[in-house]
């Protein structure tokens, strides 16, 4: 079970992150779609560098070596044309990807470990983003399992458990931690959850 942070930034969120990773979060996403580079490197310089090798970045790629990150999380539109350096540069990091339909997922290259699929249900942090997944449907056409199949949009405590049970590999919230009140209370929850699978 991962978390991706808001998209824009939230009151004592660098608090939140650390409480998270105490409670045993394995990795945030850091997904910063309007951050500048230097907006970026401060962000990533509040976190205490213990918890870097649990980072994933989203954007500015290239401040992940600077970091000391060895993961990157390629979007559909950047997944064809990313590029870092040499191919062994980009051998060094571990990769992650998002898809919204099966038949991508089933397509990508198995240089992923795993990716997203979305939105599984009803979005909690973006009310308009409506789900018209057909969860069964996804699982069973599934081809691709080289790549961890993880599922995105809508997840709580209430469909965590459904959720695993339909096939997925595993689950990132989004939503239930940051538009909340209860980011903590509600990340221990679906955790209680997710340690069953």
Known sequence: MIVITNPISTQNETNTIHALFECGLELLHVRKPY?????????????TK???S???????????LDFGINRIHLTESTRATWKL????KRDQFIKSTS???????????DCFEYAFLSPIYQSISKPDYQSNFDIEKAIKDRTNFNTKLFALGG???KNIENTYQSGFD?????????????????????QKIAHLY
């Open 50 to 52: 213990d918890y870097n």
């Open 85 to 88: 350096g040499t191919e062994k």
């Open 155 to 157: 997840i709580s405590h």
């Open 99 to 109: 898809t919204h339909v099966i038949s991508d997922f089933n397509q990508l290259d």
């Open 54 to 64: 649990r980072l994933v970045l989203h954007q500015h790629h290239q401040l992940a």
């Open 170 to 190: 595993d689950v990132a919230l989004l939503g239930i931690i940051w538009n909340t009140n209860q980011p903590i209370q509600n990340f221990k929850l679906c």
């Open 35 to 47: 951050f500048s580079e230097e907006e970026m490197k401060v962000f990533l310089s509040k976190v």
